[in-house]
Nanobody, 116 residues
Framework: QVQLVEFGGGMVQAGGSLRLSCRAS????????MGWYRQAPGQQRELVAT???????NYADSVKGRFTVSRDNAANTVNLQMNSLKLEDTAVYYC??????????WGQGTQVTVSS
């Protein structure tokens, strides 16, 4: 089992920046992909950005050039730097991890609200 605790989030004006962090604990030795998904009200959960242990990244088209995902394998953390935030970035952001057995784990979610 892997436990995920998220930090960051909150409210920011459009054009501003926020940083999310997530720390994994438990069976962390087999973690492969770490990253973030989000879910806006009335919408399905969607990929934001992920980063594999080998360094492969995957970004949603809507955040490319604005968001940067990074990880610290020694500290078992994944971060999401969000710049140039837009109103449509408002959502609950979930930390995501999978392991070499393709088991998936989710954080509890943290609210990001972008205001005009």
């Amino acid at each position: 089992q892997v436990q995920l605790v998220e930090f960051g989030g909150g409210m920011v004006q459009a054009g501003g920046s926020l940083r999310l962090s997530c720390r994994a604990s438990g069976s962390v030795f087999s973690i492969n992909v770490m990253g973030w998904y989000r879910q806006a009200p009335g919408q399905q959960r969607e990929l934001v950005a992920t980063l594999s242990r080998g360094g492969d990244t995957n970004y949603a088209d809507s955040v490319k050039g604005r968001f940067t995902v990074s990880r610290d394998n020694a500290a078992n953390t994944v971060n999401l730097q969000m710049n140039s935030l837009k109103l449509e970035d408002t959502a609950v952001y979930y930390c995501y991890v999978n392991n070499l057995r393709r088991h998936e784990y989710w954080g509890q979610g943290t609210q990001v609200t972008v205001s005009s």
